[in-house]
């Protein structure tokens, strides 16, 4: 039986984020603009602290400013407003990312609103988001961005007509990735834990897109012949020896006997999120100032 292509978002975010470090070469030339962002990170949890330090060192590693605010995890929502707004006004910050979650006192919609839409690099304010489901441009949410380059760098024929079904709801990835495949003309089905027939749904599917957050819950014969896959889940396991494992939403030994295409988990879509990050930093710098974008 054959097996899929892997697509590797890792050599994938590295193309990218050589991309990026030239266009901070060519603002910085043309403009002296140097673009930066500031990460906030609320609290200590683990995978966040991980996260929050990656994105920090890929940023000064593409010639980027780049602040880091670490608060406690009792910092009051009016402490991290008046954060917001200092950052809002620094001339020297084009990007501004609040790590999610945020601990239970703080409204994150509130937060994320609060945020200059144009300084909004993770896509989640809700001009931004409106922008999107209408089709007017603006900041994009960074994991749905770079599975979109990834599915068009698969699917030399394009995505016109084709059944996408996005498995999961969540405003983070299932919402802004089906405007996307909307926007380019596929008929888009967004399926969650309520859906009827789910393994059937995804069957019909030409690109499958998973994003529920439970691992390998998306079974490999749900996966129709020649489909495309995208799995935007990272979920850690027990191994079996006292050792755990990183592991999709897909059941991936079995996928990859079906699919045409499929990420794989760690080295698909995980890679591209951070380097699209760095991507809207740019974009973000250039619609405050107006310069032309180097990256489009
Ligand atoms: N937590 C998990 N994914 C994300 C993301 O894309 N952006 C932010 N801000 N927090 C997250």
């Known amino acids: 039986m054959s097996r899929a292509t892997l697509i590797d978002g ?6 990218i984020r050589q991309q990026v470090a030239a266009a901070v070469t060519q603002l910085q030339q043309q403009h002296q603009l140097q673009p930066g962002l500031a990460v906030v990170l609320v609290g200590a949890d683990p995978a966040s602290q991980i996260y929050v330090r990656n994105k920090a060192k890929q940023t000064l590693e593409t010639g980027m400013h780049s602040i880091e605010h670490r608060l406690p995890a009792d910092t009051s929502q009016t402490e991290l407003l008046e954060l917001i707004e200092q950052l809002n006004a620094d001339s020297a910050i084009h990007g501004i990312l609040v790590q999610l979650p945020v601990p239970r006192q703080i409204d994150a919609d509130v937060v994320i609103n609060a945020i200059d839409p144009n300084k909004d690099v993770d896509g989640f304010h809700i001009k931004n988001t409106g922008k999107l489901w209408s089709g007017i441009p603006g900041l994009i949410p960074c994991t749905p961005l770079g599975c979109m380059m990834m599915l068009r760098d698969t699917i030399p024929e394009g995505l016109v007509g084709k059944h996408a079904v996005v498995v999961g709801r969540s405003n983070i990835v299932g919402k802004p990735i089906s405007a996307l495949l909307l926007r380019e003309h596929c008929t888009v089905s967004i399926a969650h834990s309520r859906t009827k027939d789910l393994p059937g749904l995804c069957r019909e599917a030409d690109i499958l897109v998973a994003a529920v957050g439970r691992a390998e819950m998306i079974k490999g014969d749900w996966v129709r012949k020649g489909a495309t896959v995208i799995d935007v889940g990272i979920n850690r396991i027990d191994a079996g020896n006292g050792k755990t494992r990183l592991t999709g939403d897909v059941e991936f030994a079995a996928a990859v006997q079906h699919a045409a295409a499929i990420t794989p988990v760690p080295g698909g879509v995980g890679p ?7 991507r809207n930093t740019i974009t973000a710098a250039c619609l405050q100032t107006g310069y032309a974008n180097p990256m489009e």
């Open 10 to 15: 890792k050599a994938f975010a590295a193309k």
């Open 272 to 278: 591209m999120t951070i380097a699209c990050l760095l």
